[in-house]
């Protein structure tokens, strides 16, 4: 019989786990992660990438102008060019989780 999946950790879990292991109350950890998380938005913006050490970088691509086709109705329609937020996982990650 298969094994059911585990379900991906909901960010109350995160900021348990990780208020557990830092120290830290749960308060302070989930601020430490809102202010990362706005480190990692703003520096993405501002240059375009932002490396985490050991996990990978976020960097910024821009999208040429395509013709696509629309599922529902099979018409041709033009895909306008556009930057999208792309994320490149480190080696170290891959050796660590493959």
Not at 17 to 34: A, C, V
Not at 37 to 47: A, I
Not at 67 to 80: F, L, M, S
């Amino acid at each position: 019989m298969a094994k059911a999946a585990a379900k991906p950790m909901t960010k109350k879990e995160i900021i348990d786990f990780l208020s557990e292991k830092s120290g830290l109350n749960k308060k302070q950890t989930e601020e430490f992660i809102t202010l990362y998380n706005d480190l990692v938005y703003k520096q993405t913006k501002k240059m375009k990438e932002f490396v985490m050490p050991g996990l990978g970088k976020w960097v910024t691509a821009k999208t040429k102008a395509r013709q696509g086709r629309n599922p529902a109705t099979g018409e041709t329609i033009k895909i306008p060019a556009k930057t999208v937020v792309k994320f490149r996982v480190a080696k170290a990650a891959k050796d660590s989780i493959l």
